[in-house]
Nanobody, 123 residues
Framework: QVQLVESGGGLVQAGGSLSLSCTAS????????MAWFRQAPGKEREFVAGITWNGISLYYSDSRKGRFSISRDSAKNTVFLRMNSLKPEDTAVYYCAAGPIALSRVASEYADWGQGTQVTVSS
């Protein structure tokens, strides 16, 4: 059974930085795309960033790309999300996802999901 476990969430002040990590186990992930999504209360799950097995990345927008950075360590089946200049609007539960697919912003394209980690940005 595939398992994804996120870590690194917490409370930060606006303008601060936070790093998230997600480690996969129970399957073969060396050629899978991994991604981060987030979901705020009352809102739909939103794509944040994704990265292929060979390091090609995709972001929600160019503006978000300037603040967020995704990377992975394939040998450790781990994906990271570095978030800088955080804003209160970034507050959400952040989820790790994986799937044997090309880069996609669509949540339904990803087969495996973590339990999420809370990120709260205070004003």
């Amino acid at each position: 059974q595939v398992q994804l476990v996120e870590s690194g969430g917490g409370l930060v002040q606006a303008g601060g930085s936070l790093s998230l990590s997600c480690t996969a186990s129970g399957g073969t992930f060396n050629r899978e795309t991994m991604a981060w999504f987030r979901q705020a209360p009352g809102k739909e799950r939103e794509f944040v960033a994704g990265i292929t097995w060979n390091g090609i990345s995709l972001y929600y927008s160019d503006s978000r790309k300037g603040r967020f950075s995704i990377s992975r360590d394939s040998a450790k089946n781990t994906v990271f999300l570095r978030m800088n200049s955080l804003k209160p609007e970034d507050t959400a539960v952040y989820y790790c996802a994986a799937g044997p697919i090309a880069l996609s912003r669509v949540a339904s394209e990803y087969a495996d999901w973590g339990q999420g980690t809370q990120v709260t940005v205070s004003s």
